[in-house]
């Protein structure tokens, strides 16, 4: 039995330090958290001073109680988890649920998994930090109080099934708030002048003019003064400048530039940055500082002055200006700088490169540029035109890397021929072009990271959840709108001769940007109206200073709750009991037909128009919107084409077709049987020729193809690709198969496999009981009945579960059945 047992929290870990320690250390996982709040109550006493309310849960029993033993028998335990305060928080769980005895437990931190870094906390261990365990305490404390308390209320004002939550609720609100400003925005627009020029010898360079024009008239009027011009270089100034390179990275700015330059979502960034931390190839990916070790630094200019040259290197540090960075921790960087590649999985290894060069590029001289900035006048008016150069005198850290930007408008610098003062150019062309000034962007999920940190709300272990949270709740969802087309106008001077040309451009692309559905438009509305101190940006900055006092050991977490709980409980009990119902109701007018009010609003099933009121004695009408439509912005005549629907097409086959809105999107309904309409198809466009053409896909996508031991095999395509249905089970077809000619060996093949794999999955079984355990992804298995599946941790034996454990599981997991009043009727 090894004499020391180092508990970390994920098995990715643990196989990358077992590499480095001898012998005597056994490494075992904790797998996360062993210990939370509980799922179904509070779990927080706020009578007696906030005290949580801890559990193991149930898929962690077997964790603890593996820990346990293995702890009572070792010599030293060592808590290794991660450095940061929900790693410390790990540690004191771990610590208490273990009960483990302090003079044999030692706490060990490092900002990387190496072998030097694992040797020097071993060497330098401390005991638990509990400002870092109580500031991740008022931060699980505080937002389960918020959660649990205002969820309640959206069930009761708005709909059930909502949730609210302290940093997400406020991330809505500057994404709902940014869709307004677009929307409420009116383009202006002008025209805008450039020329190309050329030089004697013929040599072209572009030259925009200082000012812009309002009206077409204006810029027509300007073009003609340039009709048979003379031009001439009225002045001529370069001056040096110079570029520097951008710090390295930290968690807020690391998924932005993955957005940018490899187009990870920020949940992808740091799943994959995790992994490359757990592998020991870079530092901890969760840090807000911009700090690097002597060690690295020293490794970087190494590195620098070995491949590119002495001048190339210029070592320094950077400090972080974000609110409560913490310096003593590190930026993200290579935990081996000479490693300029990994062969391992190509979106981390994408990644580590990327962290590699942004690290190296920050240790190394600036670039050197030369700026020209050329004045061109006309003989014929006095507006001048102005052109500007760029010359790279020394790359610097530019023969590595340069930072992106989210600045769509940005123009670079081209180069400029041999200029002399007072040297005749000659007009190729003057153009002058309409344009219209932009609405504020949509936010990315990399930039709304970046409206976060500005604003002082999260921290690095924050952002990811966040926005994984209001997607996942529906409340947002990325754009999938291409843009809309708009004619704009040139008017072009060329050879003496003045031309309008009519063009036409994208505009409003809304495609993977970050944009609020009508739900979360009405939670947000309904927040703000009620609860505007949770929702201020100042106040969430607020709260994350406070804990960062906490981590520090300057503020107690257990007076900042009863400041922050005595306003909130009271505000909560007052909006339960005194608030109007909130649906987001719009009205819009008049139905001209019936006199009736026409409205929309949220209803049980979604957004959707409404004729009438609720008060009146004849019933509403109802209909629903379409997916590209919302509350917020659909017009009066938009909301009552919809009550055409739905609309009789004819007779196909005998049978009677319409074309209807439900609540998955447009349909065209034959018989029984329903044909979605093909994404972005326009519902009212559809007429019997094409409702005809889709019901004939739709039959033939629906006949068997093929028989299989006495059974129809059809197939189709799906959200995952296509796919064969056999015996109600659906089996994926890979790129290997020709799916549109599958040969009838193909199908047996196909099917065969599946039944193989199923077998392969099934670990036990109790058909009478219909419980089956199979084994799931990443060495997990686990437990199902009908819908109800219970997930076993990697660490449990299914072999060995009982059918009575199965049960208590299965039946702890399964939803609460609704309780159903009996009434006595009288006799």
């Known amino acids: 039995m090894a004499k020391n047992l180092v508990i970390v929290e994920s098995p990715a870990k643990a196989k990358t330090i077992e590499k480095f320690l001898g012998k005597d250390y056994q490494v075992e996982s904790s797998f996360g958290h062993i210990a939370d709040l509980p799922a179904r109550e509070l779990g927080v006493n706020v009578e007696k001073d906030f005290k949580p309310k801890y559990v193991v849960s149930s898929d ?130 002008s025209f805008r002048v450039t020329a190309v020029f050329s030089t004697e010898d013929g040599k072209s360079f572009k030259a925009k003019l200082g000012k812009t024009f309002a009206t077409e008239e204006e810029a027509r009027s300007f073009l003609k003064k340039n009709i048979g011009a003379g031009f001439k270089v009225a002045s001529l100034d370069t001056k040096p400048a110079k570029k520097s390179p951008a710090p390295p990275f930290t968690t807020s700015t690391l998924q932005q530039e993955a957005s940018r330059k490899l187009y990870f979502s920020v949940a992808k960034t740091m799943n994959m940055a995790q992994r490359l931390y757990e592998a020991g190839l870079i530092t901890y990916m969760r840090t807000d500082s911009v700090n690097l070790s002597p060690e690295a630094i020293s490794a970087a200019e190494k590195e620098i002055r070995d491949y590119y040259g002495d001048e190339y290197s210029n070592p320094k540090n950077y400090s972080s200006k974000s609110k409560g960075a913490q310096e003593a921790h590190e930026a993200i960087r290579p935990t081996d700088m000479s490693r300029h590649t990994v062969q391992i999985e190509r979106d981390q290894a994408r990644l580590y490169e990327l962290i590699w060069k942004r690290t190296l590029a920050s240790q190394m001289s600036d670039a050197r540029l030369e700026r020209t900035n050329v004045k061109i006048e006309a003989d014929s008016h006095q507006e001048l035109f102005q052109a500007n150069g760029e010359v790279l005198k020394f790359e610097g850290f530019l023969k590595v890397y ?174 339960e009991e005194n608030a109007e119902r909130e649906s987001g109701e719009r009205v819009l007018g008049t139905d001209p037909e019936t006199g009736r009010q026409l409205s929309v609003r949220l209803g049980r099933f979604g957004p959707m128009a409404q004729i009438g009121t609720s008060e009146e004695e004849e019933k509403p009408k109802f209909a629903s ?51 979605s309409l093909a994404k972005g198809e326009d519902v009212f466009s559809v007429d019997m020729k094409r409702a005809a053409e889709l019901i004939k896909e739709k039959q033939k996508a629906d006949a068997p193809i093929a028989a299989y031991k006495g059974k129809d095999v059809t197939k189709g395509k799906g959200r995952f690709g296509p796919f064969i249905k056999w015996d109600g089970m659906f089996i994926n077809v890979n790129k290997k198969y020709d799916f549109d000619n599958l040969s009838q060996q193909d199908i047996e093949t196909l099917i065969e496999d599946k039944l193989q794999k199923e077998r392969d999955k099934l670990i036990q079984s109790w058909d009478d009981e219909g419980i089956r355990i199979e084994k799931a992804r990443w060495g997990r298995s686990n437990i199902i009945k009908g819908k109800v599946k219970v997930e076993l941790s990697k660490d449990v034996d299914a072999t060995k579960v009982t059918l009575e454990e199965a049960k208590a599981l299965l039946e702890k997991k399964a939803p609460a059945k609704k309780k159903t009043k009996k009434t006595n009727a009288k006799k």
């Open 60 to 189: 962690k029993k077997s964790v603890v109680k593996k820990l346990k033993d293995l702890a009572k028998k070792a010599e030293i335990v060592w808590l290794a988890s991660d450095e940061d305060r929900e790693g410390e928080a790990i540690a004191w769980h771990l610590a208490e649920e273990l009960k483990l005895n302090k003079d044999k437990t030692r706490r060990i931190v490092f900002n990387s998994i190496t072998k030097s870094a694992i040797q020097r906390a071993i060497d330098n261990p401390r005991t638990i930090d509990y400002n870092l365990v109580n500031a991740q305490q008022a931060r699980r404390v505080l937002d389960r109080l918020v959660g649990y308390e205002l969820s309640p209320v959206l069930w009761k004002k708005i709909k059930t099934g909502l949730s609210a939550g302290r940093v997400q609720s406020v991330a809505v609100r500057l994404i709902v708030e940014r869709e307004r400003e677009i929307r409420e925005f009116t383009p202006e627009d």
């Open 625 to 675: 919107l379409l997916p590209d439509q919302s509350i917020d912005s659909i017009t009066f005549e938009e909301a009552l084409d919809l009550f055409k629907l739905p609309k009789k097409l004819g007779v196909y086959e005998g049978q009677e077709v319409e074309v209807n809105v439900g609540r998955f999107g447009p349909y065209v309904r034959f018989g029984k049987s329903f044909v």
């Open 402 to 575: 340069l930072e992106g930007t989210d600045d769509e408008d940005e123009e670079q610098s081209g180069m400029l021929p041999p200029l002399k003062e007072g040297q005749k150019v000659l007009d190729k062309a003057i153009t002058a072009t309409q344009r219209f000034t932009r609405p504020p962007y949509r936010y990315t999920e990399a930039s709304l990271v970046k409206k976060l940190e500005e604003l002082g709300i999260g921290r690095p272990s924050t952002y990811a959840p966040t926005i994984s949270t209001i997607q996942n709740r529906g409340y947002v969802e990325r754009g999938t709108v291409d843009g809309e087309e708009r004619t704009y106008k040139e008017l072009v001077l060329l050879k003496g001769e003045l031309k309008d040309k009519e063009l036409t451009e994208m505009v409003g692309s809304d495609k993977g940007k970050l944009v609020p559905t009508d739900i979360g438009s009405i939670v947000n509305d309904f927040l703000v109206n009620h609860f505007s101190g949770i929702l201020d940006y100042n106040f969430t900055a607020r709260v994350e200073e406070s804990f960062d006092n906490i981590a520090s050991g300057e503020e107690d977490w257990t007076q900042m709750m009863k400041e922050f709980y005595k306003d909130f409980h009271p505000n909560v009990k007052d909006v």
